[in-house]
């Protein structure tokens, strides 16, 4: 669903993509990019469950199929692809969940479209332009930013090395207190940190790790985005298997013999199952295990926070902005309040524009109504782009917080996480029996769609491994 940013400059003067950090990088899905060999892999009659149909789930069934798996896959929704899941009800592909590409180098993501033959979008630099609420000038500039970055991964890295409980709230505040940012007022300061942080990770300062950002690996290559949408890989993995929608899982039972789930359409009994429902799924409660599981998979579930992003589109009769423009920046009062806004290639055909709103800010809204979000939208619009621009013609709004099959976005490092233990501990399988793949888990590629494929296919050999 978004842009993994890692401290990552997106601002004017076309400033690479580079990450801060990559500390927890080398985690074990990375290494699980390769599909299973059909050639090789040895097949087996075991009857195996995956429960959810997002890209973690339909690559886990795929690969596993492939194998000589009986496999079966439940999912709540009346669609497949979760998280990544692309509308059409306007006739514009807006994508509701992930959104592009990150680095195509080396990327399992662009593999499966190049597979799929999926048509990706050329390269694109992010570049920008910036206002301020009260008609100021925006004066951060890239070299601002750098310096920002490199202040606060200092931080982070300090903070992951001791394995540290601090908020990284309590580390920037610290270091802005320190006078370690001369050449940021404040409200610039507070603009970077909800910007860069906050929406860049779906979750507020004060709930994340200060070890935040120097967890996961950098990416490689250019970004591109998917011009008909991120569905087009759901379906394509989705060719061949046996899937049950509308199938809300409530119960899990498990033991040395096998696994026994309870639906809203009934039981099902398996060898294996692999479970890839998001963290805010586990966080809820929603599904009952039994017995209950291990210690430390449920202090990863507490300390693997759910984050909430949430999209806007706007769709216009025409086009009043600079379409050479990828990122339109706006310092708000108070901070945070559709602070970005984007034009990709796709949408520009289409006159639409798409702000971010993330953490508690995006929680907030998805109790307002579409009708008041457009009001609030419009207002910063028309600061930024003049009083006469025109009614949008419609408005799609996301709730993933309120959404009961996702209960947020994407996952963040809670404060007294630990980055690779916990994320490992989420993913670890139990009794070899239950197995669990999702974003959520992957120690490298966390909170991307790279990190739900990755994290599928390792489930799909770890399955493999155990059966024979």
């Known amino acids: 669903m978004n842009k993994k940013l890692i401290l990552i400059t997106l601002v004017a003067l076309s400033i690479n993509l580079v990450s801060c950090g990559g500390g927890g990088g080398g985690g074990s899905d990375q290494a699980a990019s390769p599909a299973v060999n059909s050639t090789t ?3 087996v009659a075991e009857k195996i469950i995956v429960v959810g149909a997002g890209l973690a789930g339909l690559t886990a069934a795929k690969d596993m199929k492939v194998a000589g798996f009986d496999v079966t896959v439940l999912e709540a929704r009346e669609h497949i692809g979760g998280r990544t899941y692309t ?26 479209a190049v597979e799929a ?28 930013i750098d310096l920002f970055n490199q202040e606060l991964a200092t931080g982070c890295q300090i903070n992951y090395q001791a394995q540290s409980s601090t908020s990284f709230e309590e580390m920037a505040e610290t270091k802005y207190e320190n006078g370690n940012f001369p050449y940021l007022n404040r409200r ?12 860049s990770y779906a979750g507020d300062v004060s709930l994340m790790s200060a070890s935040q950002c120097w967890e996961g690996s950098n990416y490689v290559g250019n970004d591109v985005t998917i011009p008909d949408g991120y569905s087009q ?18 119960a899990v039972t498990y033991d040395n013999q096998g696994v026994t789930i309870t639906t809203s359409k009934g039981v099902y009994s398996a060898d294996r199952a692999v479970m890839t429902v998001p963290i805010g799924v586990l966080r809820s409660g929603d599904i ?10 449920l202090d ?41 806004w984007y034009s990709f290639d796709n949408l520009e055909t289409y006159s639409v524009l798409m702000a971010f709103n993330g953490g508690s800010e995006a929680i907030e809204m998805e109790s307002l109504t579409d ?48 980055a690779v233990r916990d994320r490992n501990n989420l993913g670890a399988n139990v009794l070899a029996r239950l197995f669990f793949a999702g974003e959520a888990t992957s120690v490298a590629n966390y909170a991307t769609s790279e990190g739900a494929i990755r994290s599928g296919r390792k489930a799909a050999i770890d399955v493999i491994n155990f059966a024979n």
């Open 41 to 43: 892999a040895t097949p």
């Open 300 to 340: 990863a579930i507490n300390l693997i926070g759910s984050g909430t992003i949430n999209k806007t589109y706007m769709i216009f009769p025409h086009t009043f902005w600079d379409t050479n423009t990828v990122l339109f920046q706006y310092m708000s009062d108070p901070k945070g309040h559709f602070s970005e």
């Open 288 to 297: 009952q295990f039994s017995p209950t599981l291990p210690q430390s998979k």
């Open 233 to 250: 890989l759901s379906s394509y993995l989705a060719q061949g298997l046996d899937i049950e929608l509308n199938t809300v899982v409530t």
């Open 87 to 112: 509308d059409q009800s306007t006739g514009i592909p807006l994508e509701m969940g992930a959104h592009w590409i990150l680095g195509i180098n080396q990327s399992a993501t662009y593999e499966l």
């Open 188 to 199: 610039e300061f507070d603009y970077l940190i909800s910007t860069y942080i906050e929406i």
């Open 371 to 418: 009708e008041e979000i457009t009001a609030e939208a419009m207002t910063i619009l028309r600061t930024m782009f003049g009083a006469d621009i025109p009614e949008p013609v419609d408005v799609i709004q996301t709730r993933w917080n309120s959404d009961p099959f996702a209960k947020g976005a994407y996952s963040f490092l809670r404060a007294g996480a630990v």
């Open 117 to 144: 033959g999926v048509a990706v979008s050329a390269p694109f630099t992010w570049n920008s332009q910036g206002w301020v609420f009260d008609g100021s000038p925006f004066t951060i500039t890239s070299e601002d």
